[in-house]
């Protein structure tokens, strides 16, 4: 199976500033997927951002980028200008092209502080 | 307004019983899965279906039991057999990655919290 790491299990930033998570995978696939999701304090998750591996191109959402290296297998989730609804639990995924088996990471808790 | 619904809310089991969970989705998605959220661990796998009547297991299916007979419907059964069930426990819905043309997004249940007692 799959591996997903996110080794800083906290973090915190000042409003307005920008915060880097780190996600790190492990596999011998070619073509995945990878996504980050958000779960605030209710507990619902949400899509952050996704990125397909064949694409070169990192993606973006509003304040939302990733940092894709492919050959380094990480997958940095970059939030710009943070404000304080950006506070939550912060999951990286991973899923193989051809399956739809999803592994997560253990989670970046992230406080963004007034 | 199409989603994911589990329920119920909040679950208490006695110690050797068996409980099901349920969740229902009518996003019309093949997908569907089965997480287990512990403090510090993330969401570990449990099950996942990509379409009727198929299923394999994730990381932690051991205690664990769930059926695919309709599209709509995932339920999970915790068994006897799960050690330490108290946990909270997310189920999810996708297309199928055949269909999904790009990277599929999973919907969500707002979650079961289940606890021994």
């Known amino acids: 199976a799959q591996t997903v790491t996110q080794s800083q299990p906290e973090m915190s930033v000042q409003e307005a500033e920008t915060v880097t998570l780190s996600c790190t995978y492990d596999t011998s696939e070619n073509n995945y997927y990878l996504f980050w999701y958000k779960q605030p304090p209710s507990r619902q998750m949400i899509l952050v951002i996704r990125?397909?591996?064949?694409?070169?191109q990192n993606a973006t959402e509003n304040r939302f980028s990733v940092n894709f290296q492919k050959a380094a297998k990480s997958f940095s989730l970059k939030i710009s200008d943070s404000q304080l609804g950006d506070t939550a639990m912060y999951f990286c995924a991973f899923m193989k092209h051809n399956n739809n088996d999803m592994r997560f990471g253990a989670g970046t808790r992230l406080t963004v502080k007034p | 307004d199409g989603g994911i619904t589990q329920s119920p809310k909040y679950l208490f089991r006695k110690e050797g019983q068996n409980v099901t969970l349920s969740c229902e989705q009518n996003?019309?998605?093949?997908?569907m899965y089965w997480y287990r959220q512990d403090p510090g661990q993330g969401l570990r796998l449990i099950y996942y279906s990509q379409i009727v009547n198929d299923f394999q297991k994730g990381d932690i299916a051991e205690g664990y039991s769930v059926s695919r007979e309709k599209k709509e419907s995932f339920p999970l059964t915790v068994t006897s057999a799960q050690k330490n069930p108290t946990a909270f426990y997310l189920c999810?819905?996708?297309?199928?990655?055949?269909?999904?043309?790009?990277?599929?997004?999973?919907?969500f249940g707002q979650g079961t919290r289940l606890t021994v007692v």
């Open positions: 999810a819905s996708s297309i199928s990655w055949l269909g999904a043309g790009g990277a599929p997004e999973a919907f």
């Open positions: 990125q397909e591996a064949y694409k070169q």
């Open positions: 996003l019309n998605h093949d997908a």
